[in-house]
């Protein structure tokens, strides 16, 4: 058992934080026991370790990351999706043929995950299944959670991303038999590209081993208008892009990650809520790509699930704290569009975003609660000058203009991460 003191902040519900000052979080099995203001009798002998005056809030979920793309994060912020992704996003993956190349660029993108307080991920990799798998081993060995993908796409791509069909289900059928500890941090999610990188008959296979083996499923959905005409021309049958996906079993028969969703409404939205399907809000690529402003608000009104990803190199910032920052930014775009009719997002709501809506696809993950994984950032905020501040306003400081040096300590299912030797 551990016990950890410090000033508490998370979020039960996404109206609010829960604030304890000086509080008490009683950890058991790397699970918590129970989060107090003041120790239970038989617990007053304990050890405590006594964080002082520094902040203990959840750790940080990234529920949609390009790990190949890692390199480019930062370039290539002047072009659209399309012409984006054969410019240079293709390009580069290609490269993950090299599995040196893949070791070394992982080893970056793993411990910047570490830094910046992303504690769990959900991961794209490339078509390459050896560097695929060297990635869900350098998230394990960093004692990190993760979901990695390793992509499939048999169209509209370059020859050297290309595979065929029997060869993407082997290697998938592989990843799932091999990463599949239930009690393990690190697991594998089937991962069609998009539907104009993927046939029918890739998306029919995938959606067999989503069905087969009840695996989750990631994607990307209406995140450019361009993209969703292409669509339209490549599956004429299906009624909207969602559809496209539903019809091969990848649209919630399964648990679904959708990144983006830009443009979802009408019976696209009905269907994400009908199959609880989670829409992953990326704000700084829709910025940085043009793509658009994703309905946040129309999403949480309609009980559809939403978690954040930073959907780097799409992307131009790791930090989950900044993507907090972008989806308040963005809904408050919205909000001035629709004459003040659409509510701007709250910190309390984006903060749930990033912790306990993101960690849910996880399990117990992303709040204080009773039963949950300890998983947990402890943050020194003393150099941002904070002696008038309540602890709402420290934190809401720090996810503004606070970074890395202030995140003290980092926490996984009750064991500290220290930082990745290599």
Same mark, same amino acid.
């Given at each position: 058992?551990?016990?950890y003191?410090?000033?508490?902040?998370?979020t039960k519900t996404?109206?609010?934080?829960?604030?304890i000052?000086r509080?008490y979080?009683? *950890?058991?099995n790397?699970k918590i026991?129970?989060?107090?203001?003041?120790?239970p009798e038989?617990l007053?002998?304990a050890e405590v370790?006594d964080?002082g005056d520094?902040?203990?809030? =959840?750790?940080?979920?990234?529920l949609h990351?390009?790990? =190949?793309?890692?390199r480019?994060?930062?370039?290539?912020?002047?072009m659209?999706?399309?012409?984006w992704?054969?410019?240079?996003?293709?390009?580069?993956e290609a490269k993950?043929?090299d599995?040196d190349?893949a070791?070394?660029?992982?080893?970056?993108?793993?411990k910047?995950?570490?830094k910046v307080g992303?504690?769990r991920?959900?991961?794209?990799?490339t078509v390459?299944?050896t560097s695929?798998?060297?990635?869900m081993?350098?998230?394990?060995?960093?004692?990190?959670?993760?979901m990695?993908g390793?992509?499939?796409?048999?169209r509209?791509?370059?020859d050297?991303?290309?595979?065929?069909?029997?060869?993407?289900?082997?290697a998938?059928?592989?990843?799932?038999n091999?990463?599949?500890d =239930?009690?393990?941090?690190?697991?594998t999610?089937?991962?069609?590209r998009?539907v104009?990188?993927?046939?029918p008959?890739?998306?029919?296979?995938?959606g067999?081993?989503?069905h #087969?083996y009840?695996?989750p499923?990631q994607?990307?959905l209406?995140?450019n208008?361009?993209?969703i005409?292409?669509?339209?021309?490549?599956?004429?049958?299906?009624t909207c892009?969602?559809?496209?996906?539903?019809?091969y079993?990848?649209f919630g028969?399964? =648990?679904?990650l959708m990144?983006?969703?830009c443009?979802?409404?009408?019976?696209?939205?009905?269907l994400?809520?009908?199959?609880?399907?989670f829409? *992953?809000h990326c704000p700084?690529s829709?910025?940085?790509?043009?793509?658009?402003?994703?309905?946040?608000?129309?999403f949480l009104q309609n009980?559809?699930?939403v978690?954040?990803?930073?959907?780097?190199s799409?992307?131009h910032?790791?930090s989950?704290f900044q993507v907090m920052v972008y989806?308040?930014e963005i809904? #408050?775009?919205h909000?001035?569009?629709?004459?003040?009719?659409?509510?701007?997002l709250?910190l309390p709501e984006?903060f749930?975003l990033?912790?306990?809506?993101?960690?849910?696809?996880?399990?117990k993950?992303?709040?204080?609660?009773?039963?949950y994984d300890?998983?947990?950032l402890v943050?020194?905020?003393?150099?941002?000058?904070?002696?008038?501040?309540t602890?709402?306003?420290?934190?809401?400081?720090?996810?503004?203009i606070g970074?890395?040096?202030q995140?003290?300590h980092?926490y *996984?299912r009750?064991?500290?991460?220290?930082?990745?030797?290599?």
């Amino acid at each position: 058992m551990q016990i950890y003191k410090g000033h508490i902040l998370f979020t039960k519900t996404p109206d609010k934080f829960d604030i304890i000052e000086r509080g008490y979080i009683v *950890v058991e099995n790397g699970k918590i026991r129970e989060v107090c203001a003041t120790l239970p009798e038989a617990l007053r002998t304990a050890e405590v370790v006594d964080f002082g005056d520094k902040l203990i809030i =959840p750790a940080m979920n990234d529920l949609h990351v390009h790990a =190949p793309q890692y390199r480019n994060m930062g370039m290539a912020m002047d072009m659209e999706l399309l012409p984006w992704l054969d410019n240079y996003t293709f390009p580069e993956e290609a490269k993950y043929a090299d599995v040196d190349y893949a070791d070394k660029m992982y080893r970056r993108f793993v411990k910047h995950l570490w830094k910046v307080g992303t504690m769990r991920t959900v991961a794209f990799g490339t078509v390459h299944k050896t560097s695929t798998i060297r990635l869900m081993e350098l998230f394990e060995q960093a004692g990190m959670g993760a979901m990695v993908g390793k992509v499939n796409m048999n169209r509209n791509c370059p020859d050297a991303l290309c595979e065929t069909v029997p060869d993407a289900v082997a290697a998938d059928e592989e990843l799932i038999n091999t990463w599949n500890d =239930p009690e393990g941090l690190v697991h594998t999610i089937l991962t069609p590209r998009f539907v104009p990188s993927c046939t029918p008959e890739m998306l029919t296979e995938i959606g067999r081993l989503a069905h #087969k083996y009840n695996m989750p499923v990631q994607s990307h959905l209406s995140e450019n208008k361009g993209e969703i005409a292409w669509v339209k021309e490549l599956e004429p049958a299906s009624t909207c892009y969602g559809d496209a996906y539903r019809r091969y079993g990848l649209f919630g028969q399964t =648990p679904t990650l959708m990144a983006h969703c830009c443009y979802t409404a009408g019976e696209e939205l009905e269907l994400m809520k009908k199959n609880r399907v989670f829409v *992953v809000h990326c704000p700084l690529s829709n910025c940085d790509l043009g793509s658009g402003m994703a309905p946040i608000r129309t999403f949480l009104q309609n009980d559809i699930p939403v978690a954040l990803g930073s959907d780097i190199s799409g992307g131009h910032h790791l930090s989950m704290f900044q993507v907090m920052v972008y989806a308040v930014e963005i809904s #408050k775009l919205h909000y001035a569009q629709s004459d003040k009719q659409m509510a701007f997002l709250t910190l309390p709501e984006v903060f749930y975003l990033a912790t306990k809506s993101g960690g849910s696809f996880f399990g117990k993950v992303g709040s204080f609660e009773p039963g949950y994984d300890f998983d947990a950032l402890v943050i020194d905020d003393a150099e941002l000058n904070h002696d008038d501040y309540t602890l709402a306003q420290r934190l809401e400081r720090f996810i503004y203009i606070g970074d890395d040096r202030q995140i003290a300590h980092r926490y *996984v299912r009750g064991n500290e991460v220290l930082e990745p030797t290599w």
